[in-house]
């Protein structure tokens, strides 16, 4: 009875392995290309090219807004 659960268990952590992998293979064939920022980040990682230049910027960028900032919202002063 313990060899029958033990092939059953092996059988479906092998198949719960073999999904990701054909999901990575068909991604690799048919999936398109992310672009430059695909998630829209304000980060500073995301605003230069790919692959980046040797000192990330041309110019030195200014930053005007908080690091992480994806929504504006209105400032609520306590006090």
Same mark, same amino acid.
């Given at each position: 009875? #313990? =060899? /029958? $659960?033990?092939?059953?268990?092996?059988? +479906? #952590?092998?198949?719960?392995?073999?999904?990701? !992998? +054909?999901? #990575? !293979?068909?991604? $690799?064939?048919?999936?398109?290309?992310?672009?430059? =920022? @695909?998630?829209?980040?304000?980060? $500073?990682?995301?605003?230069?090219?790919?692959? @980046? @230049?040797? *000192? =990330? !910027?041309? &110019?030195?960028?200014? /930053?005007? *807004? *908080?690091?992480?900032?994806?929504?504006?919202? *209105?400032? /609520?002063? &306590?006090?």
């Amino acid at each position: 009875m #313990l =060899n /029958v $659960l033990s092939s059953a268990g092996a059988s +479906i #952590l092998g198949i719960g392995y073999l999904i990701p !992998f +054909i999901y #990575l !293979f068909w991604s $690799l064939k048919y999936g398109k290309d992310a672009g430059p =920022n @695909p998630w829209g980040s304000p980060g $500073l990682e995301w605003q230069t090219s790919s692959p @980046p @230049p040797p *000192e =990330n !910027f041309e &110019v030195t960028p200014v /930053v005007t *807004e *908080e690091v992480y900032t994806y929504t504006k919202q *209105e400032v /609520v002063q &306590v006090g």
